[in-house]
């Protein structure tokens, strides 16, 4: 190991990292009030696959490279379908949460304020009921699998590796996945804060285009 190879390392972290980085500036879009501890761990858990996937593809090279090539077929279709379903659901969930919020402040909690017309504060306290969730562990694991399943061939990119350099390149990797997703999570929360209550809509539409691309690249192009 030297320069070169964590120059490598570091390349193709980024590489890898770049669907996990769109979706987390989606997450932050999605809950722009997010704390940084939270954001840490929801980043950690993206770190965590990229440093996965990366060795079970290794392993799968030394022990059954047939069956590794097989499966990469499926990668882009499991990436579609995963982030199509959660971009969905998040669109979903931002529509009725801005239904939610029409029906709140139509129901009589209206005062004048710099005139414009705002919710009363207990009007606006049932209305942060219905703001999105944090992210639920599943989703979490889905959203990790999704961006992170494509590294899985890396395992044929290091396979000439030792287990140590293997081990290394995977945790550079992660690393590099952990400081793009908690740099896209805080960009994410500014652009979150200007869209406001269609925040959750927005960022479930990005996550369907992620899917979109991923699929696009692997089997169309």
Request: charged letters at 15%; a positive charge; hydrophobic letters at 55%.
């Amino acid at each position: 190991m030297n320069l070169i190879f964590i120059i490598a390392s570091i390349l193709l972290g980024v590489g890898l990292a770049m669907d996990a980085f769109a979706i987390s500036i989606a997450n932050g879009i999605s809950i722009p009030d997010a704390k940084c501890r939270y954001v840490m761990k929801v980043t950690a858990v993206y770190a965590f696959f990229q440093f996965a996937m990366p060795m079970i593809g290794w392993v799968m090279v030394h022990e059954a490279a047939k069956a590794l090539s097989a499966f990469n077929k499926l990668v882009p279709w499991i990436a579609l379908v995963l982030l199509a379903f959660l971009g969905g659901r998040m669109i979903l969930e931002g529509v009725r949460c801005g239904k939610s919020r029409a029906d709140v402040c139509s129901d009589g909690g209206i005062v004048k304020n710099s005139n414009a017309d705002v919710c009363s504060k207990a009007a606006v306290s049932k209305a942060s009921e219905t703001q999105p969730a944090e992210l639920t562990g599943m989703t979490l694991f889905m959203q990790g699998v999704a961006t992170s399943i494509d590294a899985l061939s890396t395992g044929f990119t290091i396979s000439s590796y030792c287990v140590k350099a293997a081990l290394v390149c995977s945790v550079i990797i992660a690393v590099v996945t952990w400081i793009m997703c908690f740099i896209g999570m805080r960009i994410g929360a500014k652009v979150g804060e200007l869209f406001s209550a269609h925040a959750a809509i927005v960022g479930g539409v990005i996550l369907v285009i992620i899917g979109i691309e991923v699929f696009a690249k692997d089997v169309l192009l």
